[in-house]
């Protein structure tokens, strides 16, 4: 009863807090749409030169046969910029550039391999994204003029394919999307951090500092009751601007610029439940933990400088991932906010999640919970004298 | 009516080496009686906050018992909560919720429903004349807002005991002499048992029925002015309190 009128008052007042809801939303609702948006630029512009089928080539002019194999496959030849070296490195050149050397075709009739060159900067990733295409097409030429040799010696093509190579990719297009949209589970936990980070101090430290709390312990309630109240306005502004967060989502895909990427980032409302359900006991933990620290805190400042250390540790965590090339490990799902992006991403990959892979980062949470509201609970008193 | 018997606390103060004790209070006993106006006198530190907080359950003593219109405050500190309003020394609101919204969660938190807690809450307004705060966000109020803000609000279950830590600090005359005339209301027609700390001798002289002087931690003295003026055989409460609160080697150094 009484922890529903804490509650009920808490949540008020921090739905009140207009200018701290504003710059949360800003950054942690608006923002990730934003990156969505922007990434899906970058894509279309390398679906789209994939597309152009442009070719730049410096020298072609020594290479008729090799522009007549190019032109042949409706490659458009371009001449390649005279300092196109220095372009690759400062990246404002987004392709590799093909060297043909000057005796090419008086070498190529030899039968004398002519050098050829494909010039690219490992540091510029639209050059890079584009190499692999061009060595294939130029592998392509060195097997059509083999087996012209070939044949030309009276040998059968077949002689020379010792094996037939194929290549079968077994990712879904969810699967190959998620590379893409590993990102928004990030966005989404951060969401849940931020959105709860100020409710958290502004209940705890904030009370202290206003001189509010000794008058509220006067009243008679118990400590539980006052802070579970808090906890719960606390953790549901956490989802709520989680909630929110997953909503901007939706709008977002239809912005998608890349036609590709737009049909794989399947994010519709059912993962936008998933997402929730698998949030709502980490805001719960997160609320508990982060009121646990700023209670020990005076003021709302010194709270902020202590949940540092929570706040690092919830956005770095995921980055286990990115680092740990070794997939998946167990331990994943039982560090908190980690193992939270794991299934996020698992929803995304569209892959199944099951019933003991929810319940451990729910038991985590639930421990994470009820030990910083006890801690809360058994601090009040103290630190409403002190 | 309020007892308080034999009241004793010691805080540790810091940590490790440079740990010391402090002896707050060490032996406060007083009764202050229904529809009287009780004022705890004594210099800064003499351990008045300390002894008021104990009254209100915040903090346990050392030994001595308190009686809220005889429940003890130890065993059943909600039931004498219930009794009692206290004005603490700390009396921060909500700054983003209206007069009303603060005033109305504290009768919520006693039990009582919404509408009787806006009735209440109207009829202290009245009482208090802050009719025009009670729509408005608490944030920018003045020190005298405040203060009216926080009293409805400690009241507001309408106890029989009312307890006050200092409430004159910080309030210019006008909001001093509205907060006399509403204790005064408070103790004439609501027969209210209200304690009031204060380190102010013309408070105490103006509006107390009743004195007790606290200096060391310790009830050194307990009267009406003019009982204790005649104890002292002076005409002037401050010399009488000089007296009283002060032993003689702490006068000649001061």
């Not at chain 1, 009920?8 to 200018?19: G, T």
């Not at chain 1, 087996?147 to 699967?175: C, H, K, Y």
């Not at chain 1, 038991?363 to 008193?381: E, P």
């Not at chain 2, 909600?78 to 009396?91: I, K, T």
């Amino acid at each position: 009863m009484n922890a529903w009128v804490v509650f009920r008052k808490e949540l008020i007042d921090a739905l009140r807090d207009r200018r701290t809801l504003f710059m949360v939303l800003l950054s942690s609702v608006a923002i990730g749409p934003v990156v969505l948006i922007a990434l899906s630029a970058l894509v279309a512009g390398i679906e789209r030169r994939a597309e152009e089928r442009t070719v730049i080539v410096a020298g072609i002019e020594h290479a008729p046969t090799l522009r007549n194999f190019l032109e042949r496959h409706t490659y458009r030849i371009e001449a390649a910029p005279a300092d196109y070296e220095k372009q690759l490195v400062s990246q404002s050149l987004g392709d590799p550039v093909l060297v043909v050397m000057k005796d090419f075709e008086a070498e190529l009739a030899r039968g004398e391999p002519p050098l050829v060159e494909i010039v690219s900067s490992s540091a510029n990733q639209r050059a890079g994204a584009a190499e692999g295409r061009l060595t294939r097409l130029l592998r392509a030429f060195v097997n059509e003029q083999s087996m012209l040799r070939l044949t030309f010696r009276g040998i059968a093509p077949a002689a020379l394919e010792v094996i037939d190579l194929q290549e079968r990719d077994l990712a879904n297009p969810q699967s190959r999307a998620a590379r893409l949209t590993g990102m928004v589970p990030f966005f989404v936990l951060m969401a849940v951090l931020y959105g709860a980070l100020n409710a958290a101090l502004d209940t705890t430290a904030g009370e202290r500092e206003r001189g509010s709390l000794e008058p509220l312990l006067m009243n008679p309630a118990s400590r539980v009751s006052l802070v579970v109240g808090k906890w719960g306005a606390v953790a549901a502004v956490g989802m709520l601007i989680a909630l929110l967060s997953c909503f901007s989502f939706l709008p977002a895909q239809g912005l998608l610029r890349s036609e590709t990427l737009a049909a794989m980032f399947q994010f519709g409302l059912r993962e936008v439940a998933l997402f929730i359900a698998l949030l709502a006991p980490l805001a719960a933990a997160l609320a508990a933990a982060m009121m646990a620290i700023a209670i020990r805190c005076k003021t709302f400042k010194e709270a902020q400088a202590n949940n540092t250390v929570v706040i690092l540790g919830i956005s770095l965590l995921p980055l286990v991932t990115v680092f740990d090339q070794g997939g998946e490990a167990p331990w994943h799902l039982w560090t908190p906010a980690l193992g939270q992006v794991t299934l996020m991403n698992r929803v995304l990959k569209g892959e199944p999640v099951g019933v003991v892979d929810v319940g451990i980062p729910l038991a985590v949470c639930t421990l994470i919970a009820v030990g910083g509201i006890a801690l809360v609970a058994r601090q009040l008193r103290t630190a409403a004298v002190r | 009516m309020i007892e308080v018997q034999q009241l004793s606390k010691r805080f540790m103060l810091g940590r490790g080496r440079k740990a010391r004790v402090v002896q707050a209070v060490a032996d406060v006993g007083f009764v202050a009686e229904n529809g009287r106006i009780t004022g705890l006198l004594g210099p800064n530190g003499a351990g008045k906050t300390t002894t008021l907080r104990m009254v209100a359950a915040l903090i346990a003593p050392d030994t001595g018992r308190i009686l809220v219109d005889g429940i003890d405050v130890g065993r059943h500190p909600h039931a004498a909560l219930a009794r009692m309003g206290v004005l603490s020394d700390a009396r921060g609101l909500y700054p983003r919720l209206t007069a009303l919204e603060n005033i109305v969660y504290y009768g919520r938190l006693h039990g009582m429903t919404e509408a009787a807690a806006i009735a209440r809450a109207d009829l202290l307004a009245e009482m208090l004349d802050m009719k025009p705060l009670l729509e408005r966000r608490t944030e920018g109020f003045s020190q005298g807002e405040r203060m009216k803000t926080a009293l409805a609000r400690a009241v507001v279950h309408d106890p029989p005991n009312l307890i006050l830590d200092e409430p004159t600090n910080g309030l210019d005359v006008v909001a001093t002499r509205a907060l006399r005339d509403a204790l005064r209301r408070l103790r004439d027609e609501a027969g209210k048992c209200i304690v009031f700390s204060t380190h102010i001798m013309q408070e105490v002289e103006r509006l107390c029925d009743r004195v007790i002087i606290v200096s060391h931690g310790r009830t050194v003295a307990e009267g009406t002015v003019a009982a204790l003026n005649a104890q002292c055989a002076e005409r002037d409460f401050e010399e009488t309190f000089v007296r009283l609160a002060f032993t003689a080697e702490e006068r000649a150094h001061a």
